[in-house]
């Protein structure tokens, strides 16, 4: 299986992201986010925006309904 991440990208740099061809997410909690891609290819995409002039770093990719505030967590 493939390692897959997330990119952390701040909220002005989402046009950059869905021009790369990426889907972009936005949330609360976690902000503007690119779930679930495949680690060289993250890297790739983090050297395009960051040419553009955007940050963007890798995060760990978390599986859904198991993040900081998920239910599964407060529940423990």
Do not use: C, Y
Request: net charge negative.
């Amino acid at each position: 299986m493939s390692d897959l991440v997330d990119i952390a990208i701040p909220a002005n740099a989402q046009a950059a992201a869905e021009a790369l061809g990426l889907k972009v997410s936005r949330n609360v909690v976690s902000g503007v986010r690119i779930r679930q891609i495949e680690r060289e290819e993250a890297l790739i995409a983090i050297e395009f925006l960051r040419d553009w002039g955007f940050v963007a770093r890798i995060v760990e990719s978390t599986p859904h309904g198991e993040g900081p505030m998920s239910p599964l967590k407060r529940a423990a």
